[in-house]
DNA sequence: TCTTAATTGCAACTCGTTTGCATGTATCAC
DNA sequence: GTGATACATGCAAACGAGTTGCAATTAAGA
C-alpha cells in the first residue's frame, strides 16, 4: 500500500476505498484477473464499485507501474500485482483456461540483440505459453 | 492456394472467391493484418466481400493452420499466413504502430523446461516485444 | 470547516467480434 | 449439363470489452 500512496501522490491523485480495494483484490490473487473478473471480487466481498471505476484504476494502476497488464489470447486483458513480484511469464490451458506463473524470463540477452537487429529501443515484451494441463490433456 | 484447396478438401469444406482473396491479401502482406484491414484491402481491391465473412474465414484459415493469429497489445487480433513462413516473432513500435517481423525463436530448448516445470503439455507461444521505432524514438 | 479539484456512478457509446437467418452457390451424383 | 444439397455468404442484430460525458460525491489541503 506504501507504493500506492507514493505513487498517486507524486501525481496529485488520491488514495481512495476503491483503489486500495482493487490493489488487494488484485495482491490476493495467485493469477492475473480482468476487469469483470475484479469486479466479481468486489461484489463477493461487499465493496460497491462500479465496473467503469475498475477500469479506471486498472489504468491507474497501470500508469503507476504498480500493476502489469497481460494478454492471453482471450480478446481481453488481465492484470497483476507487481508489488513484490519478479518479471515472469504465463502458459494458459486450452482446456479450462487454467493459468500458471513462469517464474523465469530467458530474454535478457535476446533483447540486446533485438535492439541491434531492428533499431528499435525494446521497452518491454511479452512471453506466454498456450497447451493442455494435466487434467485436460 | 495447394494447401488451401487440400485443407478445405479435407473438411468438407469449400474453395470460394472469398476465400482465395482473403489469404492472397494475407501472402501479399509483410506484417499481420486485422479483419478491418483485410476487409479494407479487398475493399480497394475491387473484391466485394462482408466484413463478417471475412471473420468466418480468418476463423477457418485458423483452424486449417494456414494463418497464424497475433496479439501486439492492441484489444484486437492481427493474422498472417503462415504458408513458405518460419516460426517467428514480432516488434511493435509504441509511438506508430509499426511492427516489424523478428525471424528469431529462443524458445525450442525452454519449451521443454516449461513442460517438465509446470506438467502442461505446450502447444504453443507467443513472443512479442514493445518499443521504440528509430522514428518515434 | 471550507474550498476545490480529483474521483465516482450511471447511462450512453464505441469498437471488435459473433450469431441468426434467409439467400446464394460450390460440389457432387446422376 | 441438371438438380439436389450442404456449405458459404450478406445483412441486421446482438454481444462483450472497454471508453466517454456529465452530474454528484468526496479526498486533500488550507
Ligand atoms: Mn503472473
Ligand atoms: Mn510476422
Ligand atoms: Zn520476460
Ligand atoms: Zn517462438
Chains 1, 2 share one sequence.
Do not use: N
Amino acid at each position: 500500500m506504501k507504493h500506492l500512496i507514493a505513487g498517486l501522490r507524486a501525481e496529485g491523485r488520491r488514495l481512495t476505498r476503491p483503489r486500495k480495494a482493487i490493489l488487494d483484490v488484485l495482491e490476493k490473487s495467485k493469477y492475473p484477473l480482468s476487469a469483470a473478473d475484479v469486479h466479481a471480487r468486489l461484489k463477493r466481498e461487499q465493496v460497491a464499485v462500479d465496473l467503469v471505476t475498475v477500469y479506471r484504476t486498472l489504468g491507474v494502476l497501470k500508469e503507476l507501474g504498480l500493476v502489469a497488464q497481460v494478454e492471453l489470447g482471450e480478446g481481453q486483458f488481465r492484470y497483476e500485482t507487481r508489488h513484490g513480484r519478479e518479471h515472469h511469464h504465463h502458459i494458459r490451458c486450452r482446456g479450462c483456461g487454467r493459468i500458471a506463473d513462469l517464474m523465469l524470463c530467458p530474454l535478457k540477452k535476446l533483447t540486446a540483440l533485438v535492439e541491434r537487429e531492428t533499431r528499435f529501443t525494446v521497452e518491454e515484451h511479452s512471453l506466454e505459453f498456450f497447451g493442455w494441463c494435466p487434467k485436460c490433456r
